[in-house]
């Protein structure tokens, strides 16, 4: 239980994803964790220079978070989707084009869901930020240049990214379906952490093509969802996928009954550019019905500037204190579930 008393940074902290420089986390992030103002850490390749050293580094995330205040393994995350999109040397080398053409593509799929989750376990990170459920609709559009698809057809696409997070969290690495409600009608230069973008797609298609994956998804138990950051008009003209409580509360919770994690794109996506500072993205996400905040610019004070910003807004009220602790306990329990 989160009671009415407890401090409301360290609560605050409880919903970021933070991340740092280089390959040694800083005293300051390692201080974040022993305080319990840190939900997880997301790696990037400048993180990892080989084996030895990423070891080093995951004892020293691990060690930091047991000594926190209601101690609970950190979510260490990274996107290892297979393809051109790998932060670990290792499995999957399959991109999701490449299973989607493959003679077995369902078999195929399963093993990449292995095969990540080797990789990361044997890492020692217990997130990954995968599989991508996009359906593209024009080949070599921006989900397809960069072979992050699986095909055309939504029920293919929700079948074999269903088998791909069903193996992966089979062997203990928590999957995240992205980007809902779907990028598969972006053009190649479409790319919301460059710009903004708007995906004008009918009503009908977005549900008949842009979500139906995350229907199978969800019943395959995955653990988390990613909103995209571009807007849909024909569910909100005005916000962000992930700002937007008709696409978060309504569709995503409402409509296809996820009861799971949510967690942002980049909050420093360039199409969040007309939004404000990060604080004031991290209170909109949260608002929204974002549990986790991924704050992945390489930069510890965007984390802080985020859980500082989401503690003031839960003391003034502008965040509703029951609401709030829902979603903490949504990640926690995720935590829990996890080493």
Known sequence: MIGQDQDSRQL?????????????????????????????????????????????????????AAEAPHARPLLLMTDQEGGKVRRLPGAPELSARGTGSAPDPLAAAVDSGTGAAATLTGAGLNVNLAPVLDVYDTPDNFIDHSERSYGQDPSRVGELGSAFLAAQQGLGVAATAKHFPGLGSAARDENTDLRPVTLPVPLAQLRTRGEAPYRAAIAAGVRLVMASWAIYPALDPDRPAGFSPTVIQGELRGR??????????????????????????AVTAASAGMDLLL??????????????????????????????AEAVTRVDALRDALR
Do not use: H, M
């Open 295 to 324: 704050c992945s610019a390489r930069d510890p004070q965007q984390a802080e500037d985020a859980t500082a910003a989401l503690a003031a807004a839960l003391d003034s009220g502008r965040l509703d204190r029951a609401a709030f």
């Open 256 to 281: 296809l009954g996820f009861d799971g994690v949510t967690i942002t794109d980049a909050l420093e996506a360039g199409a969040l550019t007309p939004y404000g500072d990060t604080g004031t993205r």
């Open 12 to 64: 605050a902290g409880r919903r970021i994803v933070l991340s740092y420089p280089g390959p040694t986390p800083p005293p300051g992030v390692l201080q974040a964790i022993r305080e319990g103002r840190a939900a997880g850490v997301i790696l990037f390749g400048e993180n990892i220079t080989k084996p030895s050293q990423l070891a080093e580094v995951v004892t020293q995330l691990k060690q930091a």
